[in-house]
């Protein structure tokens, strides 16, 4: 979804795959079907993905409410405000949020050694300059999830900083605090995963400041921000060394590595077949995770 016929505004602001209406006090977030990879947006849209990422937001917000508050107001855009509720288009992508001040680090939490994680284990026994323990394998469950946060770039790359580095900038309070709510919350979610047969290898999280209190905005655990893998691939991949089928766009990443395609993804229009592998992939995380 590219335009929106008959609102009488273009998107206050325009990221990589949302698009963000500000109402004053509260904005109007939508999940586009676009999807990026390697710091660029596709040519290609994925069908039904906004869709898809909102419900499966939309569920671990409500599932997470125990664990941290959220920005969410609204989910059915029949409730939004004028002339917002008279838009189908809308509907199942968009949310009503509360408008907060960001913070400025993605909180990235790592359960799993795999990826970029493991060429830096293989150096030094080191991810992001946290000391592991040894003899670890491809894809093995870490002893304890690891908090590794990045910048937050609008353009361009997100580059890895320390807990330390982190702290300079917010204050050590508030950096603890973004460090233990983001491993808790992986931890509750990785768990519920497990229990579905799936594996939540690692996360990127989100948050902003509302008078003073921490809460989860952005989009929480979907196959945008999250690595995902049946659970038994996984156990069956450490026992083999055979690479587990990734329920997330990293089958896109691939396809893009694969054609020499990732420097630069906003020239590439995806092939059929690698579209509609991507949405089989996201509807079945959406399916053995809220159903």
């Given amino acids: 979804m590219q335009a929106y016929q008959g609102i009488p505004a273009r998107p ?8 963000i209406f500000d109402l004053g006090d509260t904005l109007i977030i939508v999940a586009t079907d676009r999807i990026s990879a390697f710091d660029g947006v596709l040519k290609s849209l994925i069908p039904g993905k906004g869709r898809i990422l909102n419900q499966i ?11 941290i508050s959220n920005h969410l107001i609204e ?8 002339p917002y509720r008279n838009f189908a288009e809308l509907e199942g992508r968009a949310v009503g949020v509360k408008k907060g001040v960001i913070q400025p680090f ?7 050694l795999l990826g970029s994680a493991y060429k830096s284990y293989l150096k030094d026994q080191t991810i992001c300059g946290i000391k592991l323990p040894g003899g670890l394998q491809e894809n093995d469950r870490l002893p304890e999830p690891i908090f590794t946060p990045t910048t ?13 580095e982190m702290a300079d900038v917010l204050g050590k309070e508030r950096a603890v605090a973004l460090k233990e709510k983001s ?19 690692d996360t990127k999280l989100e948050f902003a400041e509302i008078g003073g209190e921490l809460i989860l905005v952005d989009e929480i655990f979907t196959p945008d921000s999250s690595r995902y893998f049946d659970a038994e691939e996984m156990q069956h991949a450490v026992a083999t ?5 990734s ?43 809220t159903r």
């Fill in 183 to 201: 491993i808790q919350l992986y931890r509750f979610a990785g768990e519920y995963c497990l229990s579905r047969g799936v594996v939540l290898a």
């Fill in 106 to 112: 993605e909180c990235v939490v790592r359960g799993y």
């Fill in 247 to 289: 329920l997330d766009k990293q089958f896109v990443r691939d396809y893009l590595a694969a054609h020499g395609a990732d420097t630069h993804p906003e020239d590439v229009t995806l092939p059929d077949d690698v579209i509609r592998r991507t949405v089989e992939r996201y509807e079945e995380v959406l399916g053995r995770l």
């Fill in 57 to 67: 937001s939309n569920f671990f917000f409500a599932k997470t409410e125990s664990v």
């Fill in 152 to 164: 937050k770039a609008d353009e361009g790359h997100d580059m890895p900083v320390t807990f330390e």
């Fill in 12 to 19: 206050d602001k325009q990221g990589k795959v949302r698009d």
């Fill in 241 to 245: 060394g055979a690479k587990p089928k």
């Fill in 75 to 82: 989910t059915d855009y029949t409730r939004f405000p004028e």
